[in-house]
């Protein structure tokens, strides 16, 4: 009888890698064209923020357009809506920027690919 502890491989595979036969894991589960298309409609409400994963950005995303919808039509404060739209769009514009060269990650670090992206290679 062996009483000690179970072998183990010389190199174990991250959990990660092994979801997706043949994935890099370093390239997102998220979709690509879903992604964008959010970003593309809905990207000043941050609805593609909550599909990557990325909570904090949307929740900021909900609250700049909340902040500039209150602003001109409730308070009636043009010079902080402007502000708060100014922020809100400059954001999303800048994330759909991001997603369509490839540059966007989601919520796990990962990046959100367009079909064909190559990655740079890490081996040194």
């Not at 970003?39 to 599909?51: D, K, N, P, T």
Request: proline share 9%; aromatic share 12%; glycine share 14%.
């Amino acid at each position: 009888m062996h009483s000690g502890p179970a072998p183990t491989s010389p190199n174990p595979i991250p959990p990660e890698a092994t979801s997706h036969p043949g994935r890099d894991p370093r390239v997102s589960e998220r979709s690509y064209g879903v992604a964008v298309c959010l970003a593309g409609i809905f990207g000043f409400v941050g609805v593609q923020h909550f599909y990557l994963g990325r909570w904090l950005e949307g929740l900021l995303d909900v609250g700049l357009t909340i902040g500039w919808v209150l602003s001109f039509f409730v308070w009636r404060e043009p010079v902080y809506g402007a502000l708060f739209l100014v922020a809100d769009f400059g954001h999303s514009f800048l994330i759909f920027i991001l997603l369509l060269i490839g540059g966007c990650r989601d919520g796990d670090g990962r990046l959100v690919c367009y079909p064909g992206q190559k990655l740079p290679d890490t081996r040194g």
